[in-house]
């Protein structure tokens, strides 16, 4: 029995033993992986990242730099055709779309109210002309009196008094005669008025054209240009020349000259560009928004159109222009998106010398002796697979190249993608990668 218990008490021993050294070779394994796991993460840290771009050799280009706006096409020539009278339209004869030719009827204001006006003041003149013509007798008799009296008083025969009261009554007569003629006068004025405004029940066209807008029927009361500004019954247009109103913003605009050719692309014609020029710009801005934060300045540039195809072409379509405001030819010229600026330092100030540093201004005046740093543009040029940022300065530019006027010599094949490659990723000496078989160069979002 003792010697039964002994061997299971060995047994035992050797189990706890055999577990012991199972749960210590466990625990060493899992302390070499963590180990290794470390040096890997260490190692793959200090692995230098190589940044996968897409470049362009720089080369000479021909730049067309332009200016892009919207706006309307307009006719160069119309006139909206208002009333300048009150009363019922009787006669309209063209409706929107027809052709006119100066001189024909367009409207016609029903007269009627003008007519006993008419008779009221031609009345009054016959009453006046009749008036003066009694007083014209009188005057006469006045006269033959006032004479005969002087020729008394001249030979003792008559009194002073008489001769003053010969001449008062001829001073009288003469005097209601001149204010007669003033009176016939002032009623031949109003006359003239109310035949004025006759002849305005009748509105001839000012020019050949077409009727392009038409806002009152046969029947419709308008009102005359004594109420603010009159009806506007309709619009004649001169359909033969035309052009382009176009918004351009405050920042353009100074770079548009008069002369300037223009692409114009109107949305009723997909398939055709129009070409024109630019002919009048406006001096004076066209706010939207005032006072908001949403205010925008604009300009209205006039731009005619060259219609030789003879194009239905009408007021109010919409229409994209490219103003040709700069050209150069032969010139150094890199991709658009590959020029980018680094703020190097850019919020940081310098200063004349030390007493200038800001601890020590005092006073707004010593404050304005900070100057800021701009950032600077720069371009990475590949050498030896490895990313070179230059400095460059830049010209004029158009939707897809930007002239380098110095800063890189021909040749050279800077980075052109991806965006957050030159934006971001890249640095002095950077490594880089380059592939340039990509059909499309992917522009990566921050």
Do not use: H
């Not at 030719?101 to 003008?114: E, Q, R, T």
């Not at 919020?347 to 005046?365: G, I, M, Q, V, Y």
Request: net charge positive.
């Amino acid at each position: 029995m003792a010697d039964l218990n002994n061997t299971t008490g060995v047994q035992n021993g050797a189990r706890k033993k055999k577990k012991n050294r199972k749960k210590k070779f466990l625990w060493i394994t899992a302390a070499a992986l963590l180990l290794l796991i470390i040096i890997a993460v260490v190692v793959s840290g200090k692995k230098e990242k190589v940044i996968e771009v897409q470049t362009e050799k720089v080369k000479r280009q021909n730049i067309t730099q332009i200016v892009t706006a919207t706006g309307k096409v307009q006719s160069e020539t119309k006139v909206n055709i208002s009333a300048e009278v009150s009363g019922e339209i009787v006669s309209l004869p063209f409706k929107e779309g027809d052709e006119v030719k100066k001189g024909d009827l367009l409207v016609k204001i029903k007269p009627d109210a003008y007519f006993p006006q008419l008779k009221q003041q031609n009345a009054a003149i016959k009453v006046l002309e009749s008036n003066i013509k009694t007083q014209e007798v009188n005057l006469r008799k006045f006269n033959l009196d006032l004479k005969r009296v002087q020729e008394l008083y001249n030979k003792g025969l008559a009194s002073a008094s008489d001769l003053e009261s010969a001449q008062t009554s001829y001073d009288a007569t003469l005097a209601q005669i001149n204010s007669i003629k003033a009176q016939i006068n002032q009623q031949r004025a109003s006359l003239s008025s109310v035949e004025y405004d006759l002849s305005k029940t009748t509105i001839n066209s000012p020019m050949s054209g077409t009727v392009t807008q038409l806002n009152n029927e046969l029947g419709e009361k308008v009102l005359g240009t004594s109420f603010n500004i009159g009806s506007q019954i309709m619009t004649i247009s001169d359909l033969s020349k035309m052009e382009c109103q176009v918004e351009v913003g405050e920042t353009d605009v100074t770079y548009i000259k008069l002369g300037d050719t223009a692409r114009i692309n109107i949305d009723a014609f997909p398939n055709k560009v129009f070409t024109g020029y630019v002919y009048e710009i406006a001096n004076t801005a066209k706010t939207k928004g005032q006072g908001t934060q949403e205010e925008v300045v604009n300009f209205i540039v006039k731009i005619r159109i060259f219609n030789e195809e003879g194009f239905d072409l009408r007021p109010g379509m919409s229409c994209t222009v490219d103003i040709e405001v700069n050209k150069k030819d032969n010139v150094f010229a890199v991709p658009i998106q590959s020029v980018t600026t680094r703020d190097d330092d850019s919020t940081s100030f310098s200063f004349r010398d030390d007493k200038d540093k800001p601890e020590n201004l005092t006073n707004a005046k010593e404050e304005k002796s900070q100057k800021k740093i701009k950032p600077k543009e720069i371009v990475f040029v590949i050498e030896n697979g490895v990313a070179k940022k230059k400095e460059v300065k830049t010209g004029i530019s158009d939707d897809q190249y930007i002239e380098i006027i110095e800063g890189i010599a021909e040749n050279e094949e800077v980075v052109k993608g991806s965006f957050k490659a030159i934006n971001k990723d890249l640095d002095n000496g950077t490594k880089v990668k380059v592939d340039n078989a990509k059909k499309k160069i992917k522009q990566d979002k921050e």
